[in-house]
């Protein structure tokens, strides 16, 4: 194995992973997925078209790369086996992907169990597709993995179990019982569909000798351990769901390009100590797009924190950063940057955090701008700016959705 760069999102997520792999994959043998699941909305413009991927890893669109899914990622397979269908009717082929059989499966009931737990007053504003069910089932050694479609007779005995522990609960929230038969048949047909890419994806990895990068969903402040509990999701997002999730061995040398925004944004409920609930925010929403890829929500808005960016860093263990979305700034004569918590976060409790703020002066960008020289000075001066606050190299800052919008920062400007 020559070489391991890991990209983790350093937010809430949504900071335009899919896009930095898809830009670096063209330099790496192929993309491992690490963790999450169709919760994920990896948003690539591909030929002029736009795509949202959502387990699939980020390098599909170079037919020689190899794209794992690992163990750490938990698979919706009627999900997946739909965004298969839709990469092909648009001329991308597959081939190039592999499962592993030790991905876990989530089945409808998480799916309904995740949907009535959010009818509740007291929710949690996930992505409703059974991401927090199915890796309870997990932690709870319960769950139907990937191999387990292929021993008949105890994939029919283990959905008996789980449909029967989960009926009443169903059934008392209204809805209607399910039936473990009727689940075998369907988890049967799809398993057909995606036989051909299951292989041995740690082995792949292990074995082969070549370039890697290792795609992460979601970000660092969602995830199970560390973040902000327990408006996170179920899966781990820092450096740790790296080894977990790949079985990659721990002393692995691996590079971490850690992802932010030129702002913050957040999808769901929790805290969000730079989020501006008013026009501020707004405008920031509008002018970046900011709602949800995978359930079409309006995202909350904010201004870069640099003490949220600096524990991101520390625990995804990132080496360099890339900025994206510079350009949905432009137009904002002044921006504001968080620098420091007054008191720290008490308690640990990210809620309390009382933000202060350090004004800058805006800019404005060009459409079509190609090299980092094309930025005004200000521009510059705020990316520059927001790298020595953090505290490590940010390598590159993109401004606009497609590849060639992805901007090298050359190392003399340092
Ligand atoms: P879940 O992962 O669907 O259980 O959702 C738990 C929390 O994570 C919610 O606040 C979701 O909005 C958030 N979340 C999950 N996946 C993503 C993502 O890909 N981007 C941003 N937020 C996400």
Redesign the pocket.
């Known amino acids: 194995m020559s070489k391991l760069t890991a990209v983790i999102g350093l937010n ?3 900071e335009g992973k899919g896009k930095i792999v898809d830009g670096l994959a063209k330099d790496y043998d192929g993309v491992a997925r690490f963790s ?1 699941g169709p ?3 990896h948003t690539i413009y591909h030929n002029n078209e736009k795509h949202v991927l959502h387990v699939i890893p980020s390098g599909i669109f170079y037919p020689d790369k190899l794209c794992l899914i690992t163990a750490g990622v938990v698979l919706d397979l009627a999900k997946l086996v739909i965004e298969i269908a839709g990469l092909h009717q648009k001329g991308i082929s597959c081939d190039n992907l592999r499962i592993s059989p030790e991905c876990h499966l989530v089945l409808p009931y998480h799916t309904l169990i ?1 949907q009535i737990r959010e009818s509740r007053k007291a929710k ?6 059974g ?2 069910p199915c890796y309870a089932d997990r932690t709870a050694r319960i769950g139907i993995r990937v191999k387990d479609l292929f021993d008949e007779a105890a994939l029919r005995e283990n959905l008996e179990i789980n449909v029967s522990e989960k009926n009443p609960f169903l059934v008392v929230n209204g809805y209607l019982p399910l039936d473990s038969e009727s689940l075998f048949d369907h988890l049967r047909s799809l398993r057909d569909s995606i036989t051909p890419y299951v292989a041995d994806t740690r082995n792949l990895l292990l074995n082969c000798d070549t370039s890697f990068l290792l795609e992460g ?2 970000g660092v402040m ?1 995830d199970i351990d560390q973040g902000t509990y327990p ?4 899966s781990q997002c820092t450096y740790a769901g790296i080894l977990s999730g790949t079985g990659l061995p721990a002393r692995s040398e691996i590079d971490v390009i850690g992802v932010i925004k030129a702002y913050n944004t957040r ?4 805290p969000f100590p730079t989020e501006d609930a008013g026009s501020i925010g707004e405008r920031i929403r509008t002018q970046g797009k900011e709602f ?1 890829s ?1 359930t079409g929500r309006p995202r909350r808005c904010g201004w870069v924190d640099i003490p949220q960016i600096k524990y991101a860093i520390e625990l995804s263990g990132a080496n360099a950063v890339v900025m994206t979305k510079l350009d949905v700034l432009s137009g904002f004569q002044e921006i504001q940057i968080c620098t420091e918590y007054t008191g720290g976060v008490p308690g640990g409790d990210w809620g309390k955090a009382r933000p202060s703020y350090q004004t800058v002066t805006g800019f404005i960008l060009d459409t079509g701008v190609k090299s980092w020289d094309d930025l005004p000075a200000t521009a510059q001066g705020y990316v520059l700016l927001i790298e020595r606050l953090i505290g490590i190299p940010i390598s590159q800052v993109s401004v606009g959705p497609r590849r060639q919008e992805i901007l090298d920062i050359p190392v003399y400007c340092r």
């Open positions: 809430w997520g949504d999450g919760n994920a909305g995740d949690l504003g996930t992505t409703k597709s991401i927090g969903a979601q969602l408006f996170v999701t179920s999808v769901g409920t929790g949800g995978t």
